[in-house]
Nanobody, 118 residues
């Protein structure tokens, strides 16, 4: 089993930056993709960015050029968010795949709130 703990959310003005962190514990050496999803009130959860074990990245269209995902070891992933907009306001969830899988997520963190004021 794997546990994911996010940190780094908060309140920021439009145009500002935040850095989210996600630390995994437990059976981390079988993890595959790690990613960040977000869910705004009344909207479906969406994939914001993901990164494979090999370092390949994916970004949603709405965050390309503003957000950067990175992974410094098998158990920690970050999301650097720059030029934040009010529409980025959401609960951000860290997720990870088990058994070296890609494209699916089996473990989820509890979420961290990001609020961007205009």
């Amino acid at each position: 089993q794997v546990q994911l703990v996010e940190s780094g959310g908060g309140l920021v003005q439009a145009g500002g930056s935040l850095r989210l962190s996600c630390a995994a514990s437990g059976s981390v050496f079988t993890l595959g993709d790690m990613g960040w999803h977000r869910q705004a009130p009344g909207k479906q959860r969406e994939l914001v960015a993901s990164i494979t074990n090999g370092g390949s990245t994916f970004y949603g269209d709405s965050v390309k050029g503003r957000f950067t995902i990175s992974r410094d070891n098998v158990r920690t992933v970050y999301l650097q968010m720059n030029s934040l907009k009010p529409e980025d306001t959401a609960v951000y969830y860290c997720a990870a795949a088990k058994n070296w899988r890609t494209g699916v997520y089996d473990y989820w963190g509890q979420g961290t709130q990001v609020t961007v004021s205009s």
